[in-house]
């Protein structure tokens, strides 16, 4: 009979390798074991008191007074976000919680009759019994899911046939299939349908609500968030290993964005950022991750970068300013300067930004014709190239920089590319470093598309959720992917996919229809 290899919380999650025989253990070994276990023990304890606490803030903020002078589609988006925050923060409690009786669930209503069913049969993979008799079929389960294709519904029946040795009684039946929400209605093509309206197209959950109506099914924006939520979990450890992963090359980008946040209680929004952070637009893979954080500290990029020492493509904001001191090379941003002699010329007119933008152009050019060559090449060309006319440039800068006054709007763009200098010219002697930080601000120019229709973030943990959903979204597309595709197959897959194995659907390395 088939198998599916669910994955377990247990000892291993944590770091630990249980003996199987106690008996062979030391004295001195047993005491460590204990201590380890309630070391281990009391972190799990520590996380189930925090998650409990937040879930109780979470149901206050629900079924307390409300924001009352919210406009109507802001309290929409902010229903929305507490019942994925309720659904997320309750699905880890059920991962942390020790294993126990199930409990009992509230019979849901049947899907509707007239929607067109799909049969799908689970079968063991022998009916012939261990005595060796030839099983009879003595009936079937059935289990109901909702798939969704584009504008219309459909239902899956996946019919689990029961076979029985009338020799010896015994019975066998296929498992049941593994799935990301366990006894849920919705398939993985209608949980990734869903992500991709809310976090690619930007379609806020009640009104994908009135969308599913209009095909057959208006399916409730609480049940629509609880799946939201949950997904933001699952999804969770694998965002988690491509940050790891990211962190071992070393040259990454920087940037941030400003997002509205949601302060319910107060009834107005206040200003929190979304952080991207991608691998060097020269490296073989292709990866974008974002991190939220309720401001713009610079200890949020440090929290994330965490003991990474590479060297990081960024702006001249100051937040970055403490990882270079911690020993993170600093690479400037051409374009950055560029924009500000565009700025003077349109404002002004200026003479000396038509001539400053005439060097950059140049340098540009010469970063056109060899993107495509191996680093070395490129850093070699670099310096027979690009290097004299950065010389000459820097030297024009300071020339000029003498004949305009203090404070003017020329000396201050000519400042900025002076003050920066040693971070601009620093691509010339590394290859594998470009001329500026246009990657990553393209991989953040979705987000601000997304502003206008999100509003807000509804809280600080789905802004997390936003985040993290929106790394593996955006990485797919990056690496040539159907998000949806991609989204569907790693949902359906997760559930029985090893930890040890996990990097196999990270979105620069997953292979559709593979085991």
Not at 162 to 177: D, F, G, H
Request: hydrophobic share 40%; aromatic share 8%; proline share 6%.
């Amino acid at each position: 009979m088939a198998t599916i290899a669910y994955r377990v919380v247990g000892w291993h999650d944590f770091g630990m390798t249980l003996p199987t025989h106690f008996d062979q253990l030391s004295a001195d070994e047993l005491r460590r074991l204990l201590v380890e276990k309630d070391k281990e023990l009391a972190w799990r304890q520590t996380k189930i008191d925090r998650l409990t606490h937040e879930l109780a803030y979470y149901k206050r903020k629900q079924y307390g007074v409300k924001a009352e002078h919210l406009p109507v589609e802001q309290a929409q988006l902010f229903e929305e976000t507490v019942a994925a925050d309720l659904a997320a923060m309750t699905q880890e409690l059920e991962q942390l919680a020790t294993p126990t009786q199930p409990r009992g669930r509230a019979k849901r209503k049947p899907l509707p009759p007239e929607l067109p069913r799909t049969d799908i049969h689970h079968e063991p993979d022998s009916t012939r019994c261990t005595c060796g008799c030839q099983m009879q079929r003595m009936g079937e389960d059935v289990a109901e899911k909702l798939d969704y294709t584009p504008g219309v519904f459909t239902v899956e029946r996946h019919i689990r046939g029961k076979w029985v040795c009338s020799q010896c009684e015994t019975l066998v039946q296929a498992p049941v299939p593994a799935h990301v929400i366990d006894k849920g209605i919705p398939t993985t093509g209608l949980l990734a349908q869903v992500l991709i309206a809310k976090y690619l197209d930007h379609l806020p959950l009640y009104r994908q609500e009135g969308i599913f109506g209009r095909a057959g099914l208006p399916i409730p924006q609480s049940t629509l968030a609880q799946w939201v939520g949950q997904m933001g979990v699952t999804l969770q450890p694998l965002v988690d290993a491509l940050k790891a992963e990211m962190l071992t090359y070393p040259v990454l980008h920087a940037d941030e964005t400003p997002v509205a946040m949601l302060d319910p209680g107060a009834g107005k929004t206040h200003r929190a950022y979304l952080w991207s952070y991608s691998i060097g637009a020269f490296e073989p893979i292709k990866a974008v991750v974002y991190d939220f954080a309720e401001s713009r500290a610079g200890k949020h990029a440090q929290e994330f970068l965490g003991d990474w020492r590479g060297t990081l493509v960024c702006d001249d904001y100051a937040g970055y300013k403490a990882l270079i001191a911690k020993g993170v090379t600093e690479a400037g941003c051409m374009a950055h300067a560029r924009r500000k002699f565009f700025d003077l010329h349109v404002s002004n007119q200026s003479q000396i930004a038509v001539q400053a933008l005439d060097y950059i152009q140049q340098l540009y050019r010469i970063e056109q014709a060899i993107a495509d060559l191996d680093p070395e090449p490129r850093q070699r060309l670099r310096q027979e190239q690009a290097q004299p006319i950065l010389d000459e440039f820097h030297d024009w800068l300071i020339r000029h920089r003498r004949q305009v006054p203090n404070g003017s709007s020329t000396a201050k763009s000519i400042d900025y590319s002076l003050n920066r200098w040693a971070a601009l010219i620093h691509y010339v002697g590394d290859g594998q470093v470009p001329i500026d930080n246009n990657w990553i601000e393209n991989r953040i120019r979705p987000i601000a598309t997304g502003r206008k229709n999100w509003l807000f973030a509804g809280s600080l943990r789905a802004g997390k959720r936003a985040a993290a959903i929106m790394s593996l979204i955006q990485s797919a597309k990056l690496n040539g992917h159907d998000p949806f595709a991609y989204l569907k197959d790693i949902l359906s897959r997760l559930p029985t996919q090893p930890n040890s194995r996990i990097e196999e659907l990270l979105p620069h390395r997953w292979k559709p229809g593979t085991a």
